[in-house]
């Protein structure tokens, strides 16, 4: 079973050395959770969706309907001038950010939210970080 984002999160802060930290991503460091991280250190990345109001999953940890992992491959909708995404509206991009959103558990949907408003804060999680342990996205960031 593949964590949440958060508790993934959880796990590397509660890491205490470097040594541990690395573990903890390389245990999760799945192909999207790599690509999660390559959206939220490269300048490549620039997410043009305002955050819309919505309504947050009452689900228990766990129980929700979809989860990052499941959106990650389709968070380029939410990506500035993203040729998969250009002929969608704003409106669009809005109406389809506040389902995902709305079926997210709410810890998740505040990472999403953070990822795009780009205050993702994660205690010694670096850009320096992500390059010495997936040496695949080194070239990317």
Not at 55 to 72: D, Y
Not at 125 to 130: A, E, P, S
Request: aromatic residues 12%.
């Amino acid at each position: 079973m593949i964590p949440l984002y958060n508790e993934i999160f959880d796990e590397f802060k509660n890491a205490s050395t470097k040594a541990e930290r690395i573990e903890v991503l390389k245990k999760h460091g799945n192909e999207r959770f790599q690509d999660f991280l390559l959206m939220w250190f490269s300048d490549k990345y620039e997410f043009d969706t305002p955050i819309p109001t919505y309504k947050p999953s009452v689900e228990p940890e766990g129980m929700s309907f979809s989860t990052i992992h499941m959106e990650v491959p389709k968070l380029y909708r939410f990506v500035k001038n993203h040729p998969r995404s250009k002929n969608l509206k704003m409106d669009r991009k809005i109406k389809l950010l506040t389902i995902v959103l709305e079926s997210l558990h709410p810890k998740e949907a505040q990472i999403l939210k953070n990822l795009i408003l780009g205050h993702l804060d994660v205690p010694f999680l670096t850009k320096k970080l992500v390059k010495e342990t997936f040496y695949e996205l080194k070239a990317l960031l």
